[in-house]
């Protein structure tokens, strides 16, 4: 302990004062134009109801440092090309290039080949074993999927929500939220994170508010919406059904510290 604050609590005060610490726009100023994004829940079924898969990120992190994510990141101009959208199959597909770009940052994250159930196992196996050069920058996803002549069921997949970064900070991002069925077997990180856990998402919540599990507001909230829930299967139903709506997060400066403002979900 220091200054009556745990590790995750220290960590968790570090995240929120690095969010204006790290550039805002003053007031008055326009604000900055927010970049694409997209990350994905990785759930799977559990005893009591259902897991989501948390990663962790590490400590000497420029962004979020310490705090526990779901995979995720900016969409690449390589996810908007026609290789990569002609990858994606299953019927009419909201968001192509943000859900590409989430299927991408799992598969480079985890490990995990999501949207690969029911083709050839062979073909899937290929793919996995180029996620090396893919990381060394030596190929791409759409050429690693293409060579193997591997589609990705956009079906397996739900987007369900929306996030964009306030207007007052100069690091913006309009993230996408994806959720997907966890493939099978265990995340095979990077050093991108240090650690994962699969968590009830009632159970992350508790940790966080315990001071135990240091997360971004967005990855709380989120993990609120699908809290509602007891079975995987009630998620997807719902989530298919729900109209998705951007969320325009907003901030309050108070002490060096930005405390985001509250909401409740529709």
């Not at 526990?68 to 026609?82: A, N, Q, Y």
């Not at 002549?149 to 369900?160: R, W």
């Not at 508010?209 to 709380?220: Q, S």
């Amino acid at each position: 302990m220091n200054g009556g604050l745990s590790d995750a609590e220290r960590i968790q005060r570090a995240i929120e004062e690095e969010e204006f610490a790290r550039g805002h726009v003053e007031p008055g100023s326009p604000p900055v134009e927010p970049r694409p994004a997209a990350t994905i829940c990785v759930a799977r079924t559990a005893d009591s109801g259902f897991e989501v898969l948390l990663l962790r990120r590490p400590l000497a992190s420029r962004f979020a440092a310490g705090a526990h994510v779901f995979p995720g990141g900016t969409i690449d101009p390589e996810d908007r090309s026609p290789a990569a959208l002609e990858r994606l199959v299953g019927g009419e597909i909201s968001e192509p290039e943000a859900l590409f770009a989430a299927l991408r940052e799992a598969f480079e994250e985890t490990g995990f080949l999501l949207g690969a159930g029911g083709q050839d196992p062979e073909a899937a196996a290929r793919v996995l074993s180029g996620r090396d050069r893919l990381l060394a920058g030596e190929t791409t996803f759409p050429e690693l999927l293409t060579e193997s002549d591997l589609e990705l069921d956009a079906s397996s997949a739900v987007y369900f929500t929306r996030w964009i970064t306030p207007v007052q900070l100069d690091r913006r991002y309009d993230t996408r939220f994806f959720l997907a069925r966890h493939p099978g077997g265990e995340p095979r990180l990077t050093r991108e994170h240090t650690d994962f856990r699969w968590l009830e998402p009632s159970v992350a919540l508790e940790l966080f508010g315990a001071g135990r599990l240091p997360m971004l507001f967005p990855t709380r909230k989120t993990l609120e919406l699908l809290g509602r829930f007891d079975r995987l299967e009630d998620v997807f139903t719902s989530f298919r059904k729900r109209e998705v709506k951007p969320i325009l997060a907003r901030i309050i400066v108070e002490n060096g510290r930005v405390v985001p403002v509250p909401f409740d979900y529709d």
